[in-house]
Every structure is written in C-alpha cells, then in structure tokens.
C-alpha cells in the first residue's frame, strides 16, 4: 500500500513538473474585415484545432470602429459590422466556453461581407444557443456595455493597434504569419503537439488599416 501511495506522489509530482502555463494568445478582430475573416478561418482555426490544448484565445470584437462623441459606434464596414461585432460580444458574454463560441465566430465569419441576422441565427443555432438570449443582448443595452468594454480594452493597447486582426501572443504583437510555430515557439512544456513539428504555410494577412473609415 505505501508502494502505491509513493508511486501516485511521485506521478504527480512529474505532472507538476512537465506542465508549463499556457501562451496568451489575443485577437482584435472587426466582422466584415477580409483579412479577420481569413485568419479566422485559416491558420487560427487550425491552431485551435491542433494545438489548441497549449494556448489561451481571447477574442476582442472592436477592431477600427470609433466611439462617436454621442456615445454612438462608427464601423469600419458600416452599420451591419457594428451589428456583428455586437453580436459576437454577446455571444463571449453567454457562452465563454470556447469550445462553443469559437465556431460559431468562425461560422459567422465564413461568411464575409454577406454576414447577416439571418446567417448568424443558423451559426447560434448550429451552436445550440439560445438565439433570442443573444440576439436580444446585440439589439439592448447589454450589448452596447460590452462593445464600450471592448473599445477601451481596444484603445489601450501599446503600442496601438494599426490594423486588424491584430494578434497578440503573451502580450507581444505579433505578425499574422506563422502563427501557431510562434504559439509552439512560446510553449515552455517538455511534451509541444505534433503539429508544432509540422504547420501548415497560410497566405500572409494584409490587414485592414484604421483608414477610411465609412
């Protein structure tokens, strides 16, 4: 029985000692934007997918927007991107599991630049949301608390942000090439997945700039 006891000490004491923090990875990322919805789709998806066990995502939809002196949002793509950006911070709010809101940002985004009420339901649904808990957060004032929550987080980034999707990994930006041999690259644990060994090229991310703004 001592023999069994000291052998589960010491399997512990090994796992404490393989295991290493896992890398921040953060994401400022605006609806509508071709290059957001490239990186979502592409290598950041195939980052979760693959070696997400190592990494932490936090997802910020704000991007290029502006804060009007009103208190009213100014959106980079027009007023449907507002929307989405929204939407998705509500879905963040309900469902912070990011085995749940994470495809549906990808299923949303899959959709570019005909993103829309009707599209972002069927992704909710797939999810197995509450459609009108989110839907209704999007169109109220929860919503618009969020979306402020995510300006401010937006507008103290340092250095600034100069474009979208903007990719921090532990706090450092990155560019939004070769991201999951940068993810590999910041893990500190002894056992790295397999896909760090073999990542897939992806087209390189132009980003959309601050400017103009719609």
Not at 43 to 61: Q, R
Not at 138 to 160: F, R
Request: proline content about 7%; aromatic content about 10%.
């Amino acid at each position: 029985m001592r023999t069994l006891v000291l052998l589960v000490v010491a399997a512990a004491s090994t796992v404490r000692a393989n295991s290493s923090p896992l890398v921040n990875v953060s994401v400022y990322s605006e609806a509508l934007c071709p290059d957001c919805d490239r990186l979502t789709e592409g290598e950041m998806n195939e980052a979760v997918e693959k070696i997400g066990e190592i990494f932490s995502l936090h997802f910020v939809p704000w991007g290029n927007a502006l804060l009007n002196p009103d208190g009213s949002f100014n959106c980079q793509h027009g007023e449907i991107e507002c929307a989405m950006n929204t939407l998705e911070a509500c879905v963040l709010k309900y469902y912070p599991s990011r085995s749940m809101w994470w495809p549906f940002i990808v299923c949303l985004e899959a959709h570019g630049y005909s993103q829309t009420w009707e599209i972002a339901q069927k992704c909710a649904e797939k999810q197995n949301m509450t459609w009108t808990e989110v839907k209704n957060c999007a169109e109220g004032p929860m919503g618009k608390l969020l979306e402020l929550m995510y300006y401010e987080e937006t507008a103290s980034l340092n250095p600034p942000h100069q474009y979208t999707p903007w990719v921090l990994v532990n706090n450092k930006h990155i560019k939004e090439t070769h991201i999951i041999k940068k993810i590999c690259a910041a893990y500190q644990g002894a056992n790295k997945p397999k896909a760090c060994m073999h990542t897939q090229q992806f087209p390189p991310i132009n980003g959309c700039y601050k400017e103009p703004v719609e």
